[in-house]
């Protein structure tokens, strides 16, 4: 079993759309988590960090963290075809390096 | 202030060339990562700098890769006797340091190699 799963899609929304992308992982001592937005031809730009459990909102972006189910998920309300990107999860324990998933792409239609 | 650079942006080489990529971190981060990526897949690990030791090379490929870094500062990775394989967009990422806490990744625009 990998340490991060990740659906690599491609998942294809309306604009206007709620996404949800999603990643799984294996090891419970993970306690930071990343999403990464990477455009076509471009290197990943970090979009959002949560600490162990819980929510964390900014604008249209929500990301969630759920231990105990060793699952993460980032929405995004009222989706823009600049959205359109592959998104990646990451994540890791204190010291050590990222894990990444492989990451999901996303395209959002006008 | 600046972001990650890296150097060529696009570099075609023929096969058996040797080929040096670089990379310029954000100024005062400590860690700095190599990574490849592959047309349409993910990150590859490559190699990781604390400072300028290598403590976690277990990325790379073969024994044709390479990597170094000066201080803090600039990072080179060489490509010897490249292999049409080698082709992919090599990402250097730095981060402000690993040891206590997360290791969030700041990520240069990547060189896309093509060999012929």
């Known amino acids: 079993q990998k340490e991060v799963e990740q659906d690599p899609g491609p998942l294809s929304v309306p604009e206007g759309a709620i996404v949800s992308l999603n990643c799984t992982y294996s090891n419970s001592a993970f306690q930071y988590f990343m999403w990464y937005r990477q455009y076509s031809r471009k290197g990943p730009e970090l979009l959002m960090y949560?600490?162990?459990?819980g929510n964390k909102e900014d604008g249209r972006f929500t990301a969630q963290v759920d231990k105990s189910s060793k699952y993460i998920s980032l929405f995004i309300r009222d989706s823009q075809p600049s959205d359109s990107a592959t998104y990646l999860c990451a994540m890791n324990q204190a010291g050590t390096a990222l894990i990444f998933g492989k990451g999901t792409t996303l395209s959002v239609s006008s | 202030g600046a972001g990650v650079s890296q150097s060529p942006s696009n570099k075609v080489t023929e096969k058996g060339k040797d080929v040096e990529l670089r990379c310029d971190p954000i100024?005062?981060?400590?860690?700095l990562y190599w990574y490849r990526q592959r047309l349409g897949q993910g990150l590859e690990f490559l190699i990781y700098f604390q400072g300028n030791s290598a403590p976690d090379k277990s990325g790379l490929p073969s024994d044709r890769f390479s990597a170094e870094r000066t201080g803090e500062s600039v990072s080179t990775l060489t490509i010897q006797r490249t292999q049409q394989e080698d082709s992919a967009v090599y990402l250097c990422a730095s981060s402000p340091k690993r040891a206590s806490g997360t290791d969030t990744q700041y990520f240069g625009p990547g060189t896309r190699l093509t060999v012929l």
């Open positions: 100024s005062g981060h400590t860690a």
């Open positions: 949560t600490y162990s459990s």
